[in-house]
């Protein structure tokens, strides 16, 4: 079969489904992604896709006489065009989210930054859902009083086993939310008397907790463990996100946990058997498959082919999303990128590193005070803040947010002494801050790979051939090779390994520096930085001169008008990178 626009990936070779009692299909931190990855085959279903798959789904489940739950962990918010474009951001996404037949869902972190984000959150998705959408922890002030931001938990009743489901959202003990919320650590929510009444609550077959949680964070463990000192052997099963990886545990014979990725790249799949058993001691089976967001799979899994699978309403989905994107005229070229530059895939250091092109190339230009512009610079962003790989070829509108979504302004310091913002960069690299540096790296921040890279590049069919059960060769291409606690056999699709590289927590570039600056630096410098790490840029300077001298409302805006990193880097693109893509 050769590759086609409607099925570019022909010949995977895929491990399949097992389904049981209970099912669930998961995904987490889409960040706006839902019209797919456009230049990545291997993710590029798009929510009118996974409409028509859920559709099939359940079906299946039906005709199994089993039960099928799907739910959503957030951070749907933040890092697509198709999100960030509109005005108010978002405005989009939660007119067509709901379209997607969702059992239970939960807010992250990216619904709360944003105090507009917030509002239109609670006042347009979470009642759609009636009840569906959980927030156990986290609290709205719209009219002076705090309100929960969502239901507290969820019972309902599955359609066909009849199995009792008790649901739980929590969200990661959050501290950077706008002040019209408020979270709560869990470790806090678990001793109040609400959480106590449903934890008691005997007519429960199973608890489920969906959390925009890391599924190692100890806050889950205490609500694991809450529960678990009420019904020591009820089966709990977790869904977690914010950490962009794909991870399954197991805490204990009757409770597992499922992190199904980032950026829709990813649909979890969760099944239980043995819920049926009265006998106490009756041992449960799991099982978890990871599935790559794209058509091929999603009609393989559910034995339909590109003549059955979509469903009206996935269609029409799909031809909306093209228009809102048209709308939103993120597909406008803003230049073309000469090469492909990666986050973690090529060594901090290597030319072909993002960061390290940010920091010897763009910064250096586009973050400039023209009333300062002779006075030595050093520039600040967290890595954090860079979300997607650019690919070689049209860096469109909808690039700028999908590489570098977040409306931080940079603020500096003036007249630093030198002796003191030369540590910085070490400062910010031991802080253990919890927050305010994530790791993008899919595998959580550890490279599996410490030494220089060997080749990453697509791997030929003549080079990697897996025989199908028909004898036609299949392709492997490079993508997720998850290792969890059940093996590594979670992948739906057999993929080569990329090989990830670790990245600092902070960038820094310098700019008027003199020439001889090692030998003879400048006695002052101005230390501009991305607000986001403003408090860490105070701490970090109070800490190295050894007395209280900067408070994050000492720093003021360094550049004029519009300078978020998507603005400037669209700026950069726009002047320096050629606009004819040949
Ligand atoms: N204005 C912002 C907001 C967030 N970040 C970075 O994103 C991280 C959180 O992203 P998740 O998808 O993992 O929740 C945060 O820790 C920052 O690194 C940012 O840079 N600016
Ligand atoms: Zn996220
Ligand atoms: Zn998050």
């Not at 108010?88 to 984000?117: A, C, I, K, S, W």
């Not at 909808?398 to 931080?408: A, G, H, N, Q, R």
Request: negative net charge; hydrophobic residues 35%.
């Amino acid at each position: 079969i050769q590759p086609s626009a409607r099925n570019p990936l022909p010949n995977q070779q895929f491990r399949d489904l097992k389904w049981g009692q209970l099912n669930f299909l998961h995904t987490t931190d889409n960040h706006g992604w839902h019209a797919g990855h456009l230049q990545e085959p291997q993710y590029s279903a798009d929510l009118g896709d996974y409409i028509s798959f859920v559709s099939h789904m359940r079906r299946i489940a039906d005709e199994k006489n089993v039960d099928l739950v799907v739910v959503d962990t957030g951070d749907r918010a933040e890092g697509n065009g198709l999100w960030d474009a509109s005005d108010p951001m978002g405005n989009y996404t939660r007119n067509f989210y709901h379209q997607v037949d969702v059992d239970v869902l939960t807010n992250g972190n990216h619904e709360l930054y944003n105090g507009t984000t917030a509002t239109n959150e609670f006042l347009e998705m979470v009642p759609y859902y009636e009840g569906r959408y959980v927030a156990s922890n986290v609290d709205i002030n719209m009219t002076g009083e705090w309100e929960p931001f969502a239901n507290r938990s969820h019972k309902f009743t599955t359609k066909n086993l009849g199995l009792r489901v008790t649901s739980f959202g929590f969200l990661f003990n959050f501290t950077g939310n706008f002040y019209n919320t408020n979270v709560k650590p869990a470790s806090i929510v678990i001793k109040e008397d609400w959480f106590h009444d449903a934890i008691n609550d005997q007519d429960v077959d199973l608890f489920m907790i969906i959390g925009h949680i890391d599924i190692e964070d100890l806050e889950l463990g205490h609500v694991l463990a809450a529960i678990r000192k009420v019904h020591p052997t009820i089966p709990v099963q977790i869904f977690g996100g914010h950490s962009h990886i794909r991870n399954f545990k197991k805490y204990d014979e009757k409770s597992t946990a499922l992190e199904s990725g980032r950026y829709f790249e990813t649909v979890g799949f969760l099944s239980i058997d043995g819920l049926l058993s009265k006998a106490k001691d009756a041992s449960l089976g799991f099982f978890r498959r990871y599935i790559d967001a794209n058509r091929a799979g999603y009609q393989h899994h559910t034995s339909t082919n590109e003549e059955t699978f979509d469903t009206l309403q996935g269609l029409n989905l799909t031809a909306k999303l093209t228009q809102y994107r048209a709308e939103l005229g993120l597909d406008r070229l803003i230049g073309c990128a000469p090469q492909d530059y990666t986050l973690s895939k090529d060594p901090y250091g290597s030319p072909n590193n993002w960061y390290t092109f940010l920091e010897k190339t763009v910064l250096p230009k586009v973050v400039a005070n023209e009333e300062r512009l002779g006075v030595p610079r050093i520039i600040f962003i967290n890595t954090g803040s860079q979300r997607f790989d650019v690919f070689k070829g049209a860096f469109t509108y909808d690039t700028s947010f999908i590489v570098s979504p977040f409306t931080s302004r940079f603020r500096f310091a003036q007249d630093v002494p030198w002796v003191h913002a030369s540590q910085l960069r070490d400062y910010f690299e031991d802080d253990a801050n919890p927050y305010s540096y994530p790791t993008l790296n899919p595998l959580h921040g550890e490279a599996n790979h410490p030494l220089p890279p060997v080749s990453n590049h697509i791997y030929t069919q003549a080079q990697n051939q897996h025989p199908l059960a028909n004898g036609r060769p299949a392709t492997v291409i490079p993508g997720y090779t998850t290792s969890d606690d059940f093996g590594t056999d979670g992948d739906d699709t057999v993929h080569s390994e990329i090989i990830w590289y670790p990245s600092p927590k902070v960038i820094q570039g310098i700019a008027s520096f003199p020439e001889d600056w090692e030998v003879n630096p400048p006695e002052t410098v101005d230390v501009v930085f991305m607000d986001f790490i403003g408090w860490n840029v105070a701490a970090g300077l109070n800490e190295i001169a050894g007395r209280e001298e900067w408070r994050v409302t000492d720093f003021k805006p360094y550049m004029e008008g519009e300078d978020t990193m998507t603005k400037l880097l669209l700026e950069y693109v726009r002047d320096e990178w050629k606009h004819d893509c040949v």
